[in-house]
């Protein structure tokens, strides 16, 4: 899909050895530091870490549970999978109990207002992929965000009631639980409801993502009464956010089942409130809206299967794709983070991400999934990659990707037979369209926004917008979310995803990396500092401590640039066995969550 041989830079005439890494603390995070010098091509030690983790955190074991695992950016959110398990749920009970109760404890993205995908794998059956995505409404029309001239107008499809896709998380929630639950709709809507209705204690984590939204509650009567102060001040650490119409909105839901947000009460109250202001949402898209199951996308690394996310997402082809690549290396001899390695990895992101072009929503386009998969199409791009300079992305065939919002959650769980799941689902944006219908108590999305809005012209990321993911009526926006299970002889061993938008894929790759190459545990493995290449922008970002001083040096000697770049992406992970891949524990299962922002947590069972 991109020309080859690919132009190359000249080689670098300088030759420095590659060093292992020894992670230290300071001001501003994690530090790299070299440790002895290694050969190249030997095997070296995992990643030894310092004293202190990222953010200044100490050390964190996995957590380990026996019976089941729940883990998510909320706590309050894990501990109810965990307690819904232990009344006898299974992984699909609590799913949709974490679903809904991160619509309360995690507003900003936790949504039914919103929608994801999921990935389901019972024990010794192959995953299923349920596409829950939001939709564009069926007034839609590829030039509905440009002026009479052609040009993009400002904030229309991130803002207010026109970007505002038909939502499916309800519709998701309810076709696993009905399919794959044990439990009553009640029985495990009831603690997101209780929390709705009594309110829950904010802590800092909380505080800092209502604070990202304080001027939009102020322009929203719905939201100013719900998420500020009566004197409109922002909440602080100890306030209780209440939520009595979002807990009447599910309670309703809980009682009427999917009909009630589809046919019903919820679905008049919201199409009022968009043609009141501007919007597009007719009674016919709600009752339309049909979720999917399509069949994952899979690919095998170093003897595992990884089941990932199909298109209308372009994030598990690209996933799979940077695997196949890289499974044509020794990481492991190359050593975590060394220059070699890391050149490699860099190279297997950018033309990934360059083939990542024509993809789209699969009842709307043709996609190239079969060739891009291909072990063989994998390995002519090996054999044109160098592996001592860099490929200009100018070089490489224009990709186009999506503009993704990296505002999104993730949640991971697993029960004591096995039933592992991995949902990612999203407002786009934080709060989405920062709008909420009438007396509903939940914000709407904005991802009208993740279509092309006006195909061929970056977006504001640099990213090109596709043709084939152009806003068309009834279509599902493309996406990067990449929900993950990785197998082996028919058993689920990791369970991963992650917010990030166009990151998501890169992320996913570095915790599977440190697991599965460089022998790190569950957390180790998602602390880990990360960097992305995307084709365009033609720098590689970088988070604090991803690269020591002299292994930077080395790759920009070979034609690299980099970009710091704040902290990116929750990745959310259990482990299956013990807290590394291959070492037996005293639990059946090791959570690891994010601790970049606060509040998150691992439930076991």
């Not at 050149?343 to 297997?348: D, L, N, S, V, Y």
């Amino acid at each position: 899909m991109h020309p080859l041989p690919c132009r190359s830079l000249p080689r670098a005439s300088i030759k420095l050895r590659r060093s292992l890494l020894v992670m230290v603390a300071c001001s501003t995070g994690w530090l790299p530091v070299m440790a002895q010098a290694a050969p190249t091509n030997s095997a070296p030690d995992p990643l030894a870490y310092g004293t202190e983790q990222p953010n200044g955190l100490a050390p964190l074991a996995p957590t380990p549970g026996k019976n089941g695992m729940a883990v998510s950016a909320q706590k309050l959110a894990s501990d109810i999978g965990a307690r819904i398990m232990a009344q006898g749920g299974n992984a699909a009970d609590a799913a949709v109990a974490m679903g809904y109760a991160l619509a309360v404890v995690y507003p900003a993205a936790g949504n039914i207002g919103g929608g994801g995908f999921m990935m389901l794998r019972q024990p010794g059956k192959p995953a299923i992929f349920i596409d829950f995505r939001e939709k564009a409404p069926l007034a839609a029309k590829a030039d509905m965000y440009l002026d009479a001239k052609g040009n993009l107008i400002a904030d229309q499809s991130v803002t207010g009631w026109k970007a505002v896709a038909v939502p499916g998380t309800v519709a998701g929630l309810e076709k696993v639980l009905q399919r794959w639950g044990h439990l009553s709709r009640q029985e495990v809507m009831a603690p997101a409801i209780k929390l709705a209705r009594d309110g829950f204690v904010l802590q800092k984590g909380d505080v800092e993502l209502l604070n990202t939204s304080t001027d939009a509650f102020r322009a929203s009567p719905e939201a100013r009464a719900i998420f500020l102060r009566p004197d409109g001040s922002p909440l602080q650490v100890g306030d209780k956010l209440v939520q009595t119409n979002l807990a009447n909105t599910l309670q309703l839901i809980a009682d009427q089942g999917p009909d009630a947000f589809y046919k019903g009460p919820i679905a008049k109250t919201i199409v009022e409130a968009s043609q009141k202001n501007g919007g597009l949402l007719q009674l016919s898209d709600f009752a339309q809206y049909k979720t999917r199951e399509i069949r994952p996308l899979s690919c095998q690394y170093r003897g595992y299967l990884v089941e990932t996310a199909p298109p209308p997402s372009g994030g598990g082809i690209a996933l799979c794709e940077i695997l196949d690549i890289l499974s044509g290396y020794d990481m492991k001899a190359l050593g975590l983070h060394t220059a070699p390695a890391l050149q490699r990895e860099i190279e297997a992101m950018r033309h990934a991400y360059s083939d990542r072009r024509s993809l789209g929503d699969p009842a709307f386009v043709h996609n190239p999934t079969q060739h891009l998969l291909d072990p063989a199409y994998a390995a002519q791009v090996r054999a044109h990659i160098p592996t001592d300079h860099a490929v200009p992305s100018a070089s490489l065939t224009e990709g186009e990707a999506t503009p993704e919002k990296h505002e999104t959650t993730q949640f991971s769980v697993i029960d004591k037979n096995g039933l592992a799941i991995s949902t990612t689902y999203t407002l786009n944006g934080w709060f989405g369209a920062k709008v909420i219908g009438g007396n509903t108590g939940f914000f709407l999305n904005d991802e009208m926004d993740d279509f092309s809005s006006k195909p061929g012209v970056p977006n504001m990321f640099g990213i090109v917008g596709s043709k084939a993911n152009a806003i068309a009526p009834g279509k599902t926006p493309l996406s990067s979310m990449s929900p993950t299970i990785v197998s082996k002889n028919g058993k689920p061993v990791l369970i991963i995803g992650s917010p990030g938008g166009s990151r998501i894929p890169t992320i996913v790759l570095s915790v599977i990396l440190g697991v599965v190459d460089y022998g790190l545990d569950i957390q180790q493995a998602i602390d880990l500092p990360r960097l992305h290449q995307q084709w365009l922008p033609e720098p590689v970002e970088v988070e604090a401590g991803a690269l020591t001083p002299e292994v930077q040096s080395t790759l920009e000697h070979e034609g690299y640039s980099f970009a710091p770049h704040a902290p990116w992406g929750m990745p959310e992970g259990i482990l299956v066995g013990g807290p590394k891949l291959g070492e037996k524990g005293d639990a059946r299962y090791y959570g690891g969550f994010d601790r970049r922002h606060e509040g998150g947590g691992a439930t076991g069972q």
